[in-house]
């Protein structure tokens, strides 16, 4: 028995599939001109074409290459915006650094009267700092006194006593801070409970 090679023919009911709706059609084959066929007027088109084209190649190549100048600027940009983004905070903390050097000088004269002017100091580089610290959004979370809220507290432990409403904060250990209305560090308290019976 011999094999044949030959496809097998459709049967008359199939039709062929359509094309997929995302394939391209097919583009009419190109028909090589004839030198000879080709006129003056058909030539000059010609090379108007592909001049147009080389010129379109150009830019997209220039565009192309623009494009990725501009995202490398992007990146460096972003990683020197990352890198120095507490800048404007740390010059603001510089005069604190200094008058703290200076109540440091201070603190080693052991005589009452500079007792007193680095007392004096020291209260005012605080209050600097907390003036630098609050123009940059921190703010303290006062818990003296204050119904213990989990969210903002964080109790060490209890304390029996009548002078201090049941689950009030009879005693705050460490101050909390939040920046801009986010948690930065819960308060450290102590919470009051009810003395037994």
Do not use: C
Request: charged letters at 25%; proline letters at 9%; a negative charge.
């Amino acid at each position: 028995m011999k094999r044949t090679n030959a496809r097998p023919e459709t049967p008359p009911n199939e039709a062929s599939p359509p094309p997929a709706a995302d394939e391209p059609a097919a583009a009419e084959p190109l028909v090589p001109l004839e030198p000879s066929t080709v006129t003056a007027e058909q030539l000059a088109e010609l090379k108007g074409r592909a001049a147009k084209a080389d010129e379109h190649w150009e830019r997209l190549l220039r565009t192309a290459a623009d494009f990725e100048n501009f995202k490398k600027r992007v990146a460096r940009e972003k990683q020197e915006a990352i890198k120095f983004a507490n800048e404007g905070l740390l010059t603001k903390l510089l005069p604190v650094l200094d008058n703290l050097d200076l109540a440091v000088t201070a603190a080693q004269s052991a005589t009452p009267e500079a007792n007193q002017a680095l007392h004096e100091g020291v209260n005012m580089v605080s209050r600097q700092l907390k003036g630098v610290l609050a123009e940059a959004g921190l703010e303290e979370v006062d818990a003296a006194g204050k119904q213990f809220d989990p969210h903002v507290h964080e109790a060490i432990s209890q304390q029996e006593t009548p002078e201090v409403p049941h689950e009030h904060v009879v005693q705050q250990l460490r101050k909390g801070y939040r920046l801009r209305g986010r948690l930065l560090r819960p308060a450290t308290v102590i919470v009051a409970k009810q003395p037994a019976a």
